[in-house]
C-alpha cells in the first residue's frame, strides 16, 4: 500500500526536561495489503517527556498510539502503549569532518498496553546516533 503521512513535530526544551509530540494523520490508499486496498485514514501520535538525570543518563515517560479507520468509525484496532525508557547516551568520539563529537544513545524500556488491541507488554529498544 502506499501511504501519506501528515503532521507537525513538535517539541520543548527547559533546562533539563525535553517534551516531544508527533500527532500525524496517515492516509493509507492503493496496492494489495490485508485490507484489500481499502482506503482509509489513521490518527497516529508519539509523546515523550524526559529528564536529563546526568550527561549520560535520561530517563523518560512515553506513549504511542494508533486510532484507524477515522473515516469510517470503526475502532477495533486501535492501540495505545505507554511505559519508561532509560537512555544512555555516551560519546563516540570526532567524526572526520565535523566539528561535534559523534554520540551514541540507547534506549531501553517496558511499554503497558492501555487497551484490548494492544499487547500487554512491549519491551522498546533503540539505538540512535548523532553525528
Given at each position: 500500500t502506499d501511504k501519506l503521512i501528515l503532521?507537525?513535530?513538535?517539541?520543548?526544551?527547559?533546562?533539563?526536561?525535553?517534551?516531544?509530540?508527533t500527532p500525524t494523520v496517515v492516509r493509507t490508499f492503493g496496492g494489495d495489503s490485508e485490507d484489500d486496498g481499502e482506503e482509509k485514514w489513521?490518527?497516529?501520535?508519539?509523546?515523550?517527556?524526559?529528564y536529563r538525570l546526568s550527561e549520560s543518563w535520561s530517563l523518560a515517560f512515553e506513549?504511542?498510539?494508533?486510532v484507524e479507520r477515522l473515516d469510517n468509525g470503526e475502532g477495533d484496532f486501535d492501540q495505545h502503549r505507554a511505559g519508561v525508557v532509560s537512555y544512555y547516551t555516551f560519546d563516540l568520539g570526532n567524526s572526520s569532518n565535523a566539528a561535534e563529537d559523534t554520540r551514541l544513545s540507547v534506549g531501553l524500556g517496558l511499554l503497558e498496553g492501555i487497551n484490548d488491541n494492544t499487547p500487554n507488554h512491549t519491551l522498546k529498544l533503540s539505538l540512535e546516533?548523532?553525528?
Open positions: 503532521g507537525p513535530i513538535v517539541e520543548w526544551q527547559f533546562d533539563r526536561w525535553f517534551f516531544a509530540a489513521d490518527f497516529m501520535y508519539a509523546t515523550q517527556l524526559a506513549a504511542y498510539g494508533t546516533v548523532d553525528f
